[in-house]
T-cell receptor, first 115, second 111 residues
Framework: GAGVSQSPSNKVTEKGKDVELRCDPISGHTALYWYRQSLGQGLEFLIYFQGNSAPDKSGLPSDRFSAERTGGSVSTLTIQRTQQEDSAVYLCASSKYRDYIYEQYFGPGTRLTVT | GQQVMQIPQYQHVQEGEDFTTYCNSSTTLSNIQWYKQRPGGHPVFLIQ?????EVKKQKRLTFQFGEAKKNSSLHITATQTTDVGTYFCAGPGFGNEKLTFGTGTRLTIIP
């Protein structure tokens, strides 16, 4: 079956421009997560959506970052006025509670380069 | 907030040697999950442990959850080149689905 998909796979943008990253979760998965991973580093939590609940935005690094999840499915992460330190791989994951397990399924990521 | 640390950060082993990574949480966890990320890839779920003191095995991999549910370990016996990657533990707090990922241990194998 289809996994989590993300687009674009690569994005090069100039400093100061806005970017939108898209995530299509696995159908039926109620939870959706965004993470950021800098080269050779760990996973930095950004934001978490669960069903119709208010999202957990506690990981967003600044007010330049925002995310939406429309209709409980597709999510868009928007970064305004990009800075060079925003360069990283942005990973999306979705999960569904089943058999007492909240396994997260990750997408391939979007590699963002800010020049 | 909850913090999850892993040691070591890096491990280089000869092929055939054993490998262990340790995971420690600042808070009690309802469960612990382990993920593997191959170079250039994305994290892939390996296993979840729920019970205090639980031990699970997957072929050459042995996973353990501590009695206090604040620490965990992953042990690989007789490493192979296919084991290369970064291993992350992750755990939610009680009543919270959101996972906090550990800092990861990067394993490299010397053939």
């Amino acid at each position: 079956g289809a996994g989590v998909s993300q687009s674009p796979s690569n994005k090069v943008t100039e400093k100061g421009k806005d970017v939108e990253l898209r995530c299509d979760p696995i159908s039926g998965h109620t939870a959706l997560y965004w993470y950021r991973q800098s080269l050779g580093q760990g996973l930095e939590f950004l934001i978490y959506f669960q069903g119709n609940s208010a999202p957990d935005k506690s990981g967003l690094p600044s007010d330049r970052f925002s995310a939406e999840r429309t209709g409980g499915s597709v999510s868009t992460l928007t970064i305004q006025r990009t800075q060079q330190e925003d360069s990283a791989v942005y990973l999306c994951a979705s999960s569904k509670y089943r058999d007492y397990i909240y396994e997260q399924y990750f997408g391939p990521g979007t590699r963002l380069t800010v020049t | 907030g909850q913090q999850v640390m892993q040691i070591p950060q890096y491990q280089h082993v000869q092929e055939g040697e054993d490998f262990t990574t340790y995971c420690n949480s600042s808070t009690t966890l309802s469960n612990i999950q382990w993920y593997k990320q191959r170079p250039g890839g994305h994290p892939v779920f390996l296993i979840q442990l729920v019970k205090s003191g639980e031990v699970k095995k997957q072929k050459r991999l042995t996973f353990q959850f501590g009695e206090a549910k604040k620490n965990s370990s992953l042990h690989i016996t007789a490493t192979q080149t296919t084991d290369v990657g970064t291993y992350f533990c992750a755990g939610p707090g009680f009543g919270n689905e959101k996972l906090t990922f550990g800092t990861g241990t990067r394993l490299t194998i010397i053939p």
